[in-house]
């Protein structure tokens, strides 16, 4: 028998590492572990604020990956932007699993620590905001909470004048001859785009011959994927919300689940779902 454990030639790591920290040089860890400071003596507080800051790092990944895949399209690289969406499907299941310690919450239980909260909100996450401008979610009056964080501020005002990652579909799909009408093209980037007759009628032709322009199927699954994924993070933040609060008002200042709600029931890249009854 000969197991890993009974070869002689196996080695442990350094020990020594000579007074530097080459994981946390890289990772940070220390730095991440200084972040959580809890306002309340409730065991349960931890949980909430963890879980926030392990939401903010994915929404970062996220953007960080859905600017790839846009850079990657208007190069006309496909194989690049597939990669990246790929990568972000699965960073978006995990988001999505995060919400697990905060699911079942009470209204007892949050509570203990909600008034520490102030007028803290997610409404007021920067990267969230960030989020949704990359995939074409976006509108100026977004900007106005976030006046107090000048550079990020700045950064949400960029982005807003920014092509989104739906956006770079549609130059693509331009590029390669489907008739994106001009107006579409040469839109006002700030402004949310509610979607157009026309381009509905591209998605539906592409899906109704797949073996045209595969890959240009498998793209609009992919994005269909990523829709349907942020559907499902509103969603349990929904029900997690009428878990914890019921239908009290928010930190944020909004009517809490109500308003919730209403944003809960939009789809993202509208034209991927309506092309669908047209197919
Ligand atoms: C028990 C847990 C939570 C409750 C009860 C809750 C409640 C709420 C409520 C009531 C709002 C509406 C705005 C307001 O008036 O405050 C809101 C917005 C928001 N929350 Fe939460 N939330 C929870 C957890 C989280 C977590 C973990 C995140 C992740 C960072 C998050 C991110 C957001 C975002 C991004 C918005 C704005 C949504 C939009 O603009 O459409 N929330 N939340
Ligand atoms: N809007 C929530 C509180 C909330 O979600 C929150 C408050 C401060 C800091 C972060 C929060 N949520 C998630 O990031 C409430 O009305 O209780």
Known sequence: MSSVSQQSDVLAPRYDLGGTTPYDDYIRAS?????????????????????????????????????????????????????????????????????????????????AYRPALGDGSGFQSAMYRRLEFVLGERSASMLVPHAGTPGMQAELKQALGEPSLYDEVLRLLHRRGYPIPQAVLDR????????????????AEIYAAPEREPELVRLGETLTDVAEAIWRWRGDHLMA?????????????????????????ALIFPELWTARSRV
Do not use: C
Request: proline share 4%.
């Open 188 to 203: 006002d980037l700030a402004q949310r785009y509610a979607g157009d007759p026309a381009v509905e009628q591209i998605w």
């Open 241 to 265: 919300t009428r878990r914890a609060m019921g239908a009290k008002v928010g930190t944020g200042g909004s009517s809490g689940v109500a308003w919730l709600a209403k944003r809960a029931d």
């Open 31 to 111: 730095a991440l572990a200084g972040l959580q400071q809890t306002r309340t003596d409730d065991p349960g507080e931890m949980a909430f604020l963890v879980t926030s800051q392990v939401m903010e790092l994915w929404f970062k990944l996220l953007v960080h990956e859905w600017q790839t895949a846009g850079a990657a399209l208007r190069d006309d690289d496909l194989p690049t932007a597939m990669t990246a969406l790929g990568r972000s499907l699965d960073e978006l299941q995990a988001l999505n699993a995060s919400w697990l310690p905060l699911a079942r919450l009470t209204p007892t239980q949050f509570n």
